[in-house]
């Protein structure tokens, strides 16, 4: 009997040592990997077009060794382009950067508040709160489109598109010509309501946040993105000159303000 007290001993005090010694090891890991940058990165397209015209900025982040993915919306509803973006997030092994360009900002703002979402970089974009959507912000600050009267065309059942002939000087006006002609069509018909429909939740509030001003955006007015930056406290970075597709002409800057935004997002 006195044998199996003394061995029990041991035992306890083994485990004690070696339970202490976890905790010691545990605690001696490096405190910076809770700060590490994050890696992935999920960028989500506006309205009219689709993800492919990332792929400038696709090619810089992945060649810098982040873990790019772009998200392909519908274009159909709100609901349904948060949706898609939800399904791309949950993908993700991680903290995540959201970056939305456009209509892309009221998307991610709702879609933001995923737990992968580390932060979000608004690339000329909007970015309502709870309760508003982009339509009416945008009637309070025109943009040069919403003053044409025929920019922006509508289908009987309700989707919209960009006019051919406007698309090049109003949306991409610093991209090659020919560039411009082919995207304005190939655009993707978008839902009217999407821009009408209320937002439900607004990560920006939460989450730390960047934007990027195209200084000379025809399709939303430069003043109102800067009201959304200042309202959400984002880290703002002016591009002089930049068109509605400064994510395509401007690639280089853009990516500097995502890897930044991956560098600095708390997580």
Known sequence: MKRILQAASVLALSAGV?????????????AADAHAPVRNIVLVHGAWVDGSGWKPVYDILT???????????PLTSLEADVDATRRVLDLQSGPTILVGHSYGGSVITEAGVHPNVAGL??????APNVGEDEGALGKKTPSYLAKQTDAVEKTADGYTYLNPAVFPKDFAADLPLR??????????????QVFTTPLTAAAWTSKPSWGVVAGSDKVINPDLERWYYARAHSHVTVIPGASHSVYESKPKQVAAVIEDAAKHAVQ
């Open 18 to 30: 070696f339970g202490s010694n976890g905790a010691m090891a545990q605690d001696a890991a490096p």
């Open 63 to 73: 060649k810098d060794g982040y873990h790019v993915t772009m998200v392909q919306e």
């Open 121 to 126: 970089v608004y690339v000329a974009a909007h």
């Open 179 to 192: 560039q411009a002609q082919f995207e304005s069509h190939s655009q993707i018909l978008t839902a009217a």
